[in-house]
């Protein structure tokens, strides 16, 4: 086994030779008879050394010289230093210590005294490596812990709007760029590294009141009209309105940013934003920040009813002014890192930063000395510990650390309490309340399990019965081991969570159907709808399949006359007198505002069942006379897609209300180009960000 490298610092050669002498059989020994040398050797070769024996008296540079040349290039960090001295003056010992020193040994030596503190010091460094290891990757886990769940909220709004880009993820990353610079550029603005993690974070839910806008003005392709600009505008409003009606924690920092965001990141700075025309720093730096980031984002992504703009081109338009009034900070931000801008959307660098940076946090976690910077520290670990908690309580999974030596089980709160348990556990394999719920034997199950790992593959699983209000349930234990950086390396812990099998699968199937279904009339979206078509088509010619696509005629004038309460009980009564007019294996979905869609199969002649859907659906309700517009297109040959046959259906449909509406036509070639002589809608950039990011 390779010996660990000490390096002694002594101009004397007798005092080299006597520390040489006690410890040479142990370790390996390199000498520099002054500071300039040490200095070479360290340059050279500092990651191979375990430890420094420096002198304090030394020509050319003396000990307090070498140790500032250790702390300014940051070898303190990774090799401990013990002074060694005949002083024993306390101003001489206290400034060593100042200087990052470990420890003081004093001349004449002693042997036993000399081998217990080289050997404590080095263990004490390799122990502290060992756990900046452990929390960066505890810190690392909770963190990507804490982003899924917001992720996926996030990822809802988008799935609804139709959009599968990365917009969330882009919008994170440059509010994180940005906040960065800010506080780089000036001190208006004072952001911790937690305040800037939080805001990143809270920046995702920007767009959740886009959950509350029909379909209809979400997905449309062309250009909003003023009515429904005005209803996308209030998406701000309703997603602060959701925030503002949780029924618990609103105090939560990420809560509490992301109200500032929603509500807010469509002001402008001028004033001549929405929805309370805010004017410049009464628009919290959050909003005003991921503003910028919004648009830019919007600007340079593809959407269906617009092209991206070169990057180039859509930072020079935001500094025109053409895309809103912005924080000229901001502006200046945006304009020194239009090339990080661009990169850090372009290359996947924000994991490997973000682990460099919870390295430095867990690593001046263990290192801190000062009490203001211990007072700092256990704020960050508190709020770490917190956000941790809130997010473990949202997924509702039992998750668990432990750690071998002493044997300590902790649980999250919410795992605590579902198991009837403390949420920490001495000695885990003794304690009967575990084992109860385990079942005799578990402990040397879970120890199993452990030993499947290795260091370059850690993750391991297996399913375990627990007893649970005198029922068995199936969970998932999902574990990651903590190796250590022994030769060989041991296990000497494990981070992990049990996941009730049946309600994550149950909450997975209650997501789905959601995020496929109209939350005001329960029928499929336009999503739902055409996953569900899509297979089915591929059967024809087996099979007759036909679209019906209508709108209800003069709806604009229900919503006006009699207010949007009353619109929403028209929608309600299509959609109920729709599933009673369809078959159970017919499909049916409201796919924007007021518009329907119909699938269903046919044998031979489509007109006596377009006809009965079609009277079925008309009527009255509170004297508003409902009829409806309808075009209908048939499957005319095999390999058809979805698109074509929803265009068909569409053209249809506009036959139908040319001609006067409250009637139905069937799709024939007559009508091919009756689209085309439209004018396709144009949007500006400011629009766009607004529409539909």
Known sequence: MQKEKILIVDDSEMNRSILADMLGDEFDISEAANGVEAISLLQKHSAEYSLVLLDIVMPEMDGFDVLAVMKRCGWIEEVPVIMVSAETASEQIERAYELGATDFIMRPFDASIVHRRVVNTMLLYAKQKKLVSIVEEQIYEKEQNSSLMVDILSHIVEFRNGESGRHIQHVRTLTDLLLHKLCEVTDRYPLSEVDISVISMASALHDIGKI?????????????????????????????????????????????????????????????????????????????????????????????????????????????????????????????????????????????????????????????????????????LDYERMKHNFFAAMTEEIQFEYSAGPDILKLSPWGANKLGVPENIVSPDKNMALSALLGEGWWQRMGDLLKTTTPDKPECSREEQLLLGGEYRWYSIIVRAIWSDDNPPQITGAIGKAVDIHDAKTKINELREKSIRDPLTGLLNRAGVREQIEPRIKGFPDHKYAFAIFDIDFFKHANDEHGHLFGDKVLCYIAQRLNHSIRQSDLC?????????????????????????????????????????????????????????????????????????????????????????????????????????
């Open 589 to 693: 979905a409201r796919i924007g505002g007021d518009e329907f869609l119909i699938f269903f199969e046919y044998d031979n002649d489509i007109h006596p069942i377009i006809a009965r859907i079609f009277k079925a659906l008309c009527g009255e309700i509170d004297s508003f006379e409902v009829r409806i517009s309808m075009g209908v297109s048939e499957m005319h040959e095999e390999g058809e897609e979805y698109e074509e046959l929803f265009h068909r259906a569409d053209q249809a449909l506009y036959c139908s209300k040319r001609a006067g509406r409250a009637q139905y036509h069937l799709y024939d070639d007559s009508m091919k180009d009756i689209l085309t002589d439209r004018e396709p809608d144009t949007e500006t950039a400011d629009g766009a960000a607004d529409r539909r990011e």
């Open 212 to 380: 509350g806008i029909d379909d209809k003005i979400l997905n449309k392709p062309g250009r909003l009209t003023d009515e429904e600009f005005a209803v996308m505008k209030t998406h701000s409003a309703i997603g602060a309105q959701m925030l503002e009606d949780l029924p618990v924690h609103k105090n939560n920092p990420i809560v509490i940013r992301a109200y500032e965001i929603c509500r807010w990141h469509h002001e402008r700075f001028d004033g001549k934003g929405y929805p309370d025309g805010l004017k410049g720093d009464e628009i919290p730096i959050s909003a005003q920040v991921v503003a910028l980031a919004d648009v830019y984002d919007a600007l340079t992504s593809e959407r269906v009813y617009k092209k991206a703009i070169p990057h180039e081109e859509a930072i020079d338009m935001i500094l025109q002014g053409k895309c809103g009034a912005f924080n000229p900070v901001l502006l200046d931000c945006l304009a020194q890192n239009a090339t990080s801008v661009k990169n850090s959307l372009t290359l996947d660098v924000s994991k490997a930063s973000r682990r460099l940076e919870i390295r430095s946090f867990a690593d001046a976690v263990l290192h801190s000395k000062s009490g203001g910077a211990s007072e700092r520290t256990l704020r960050l």
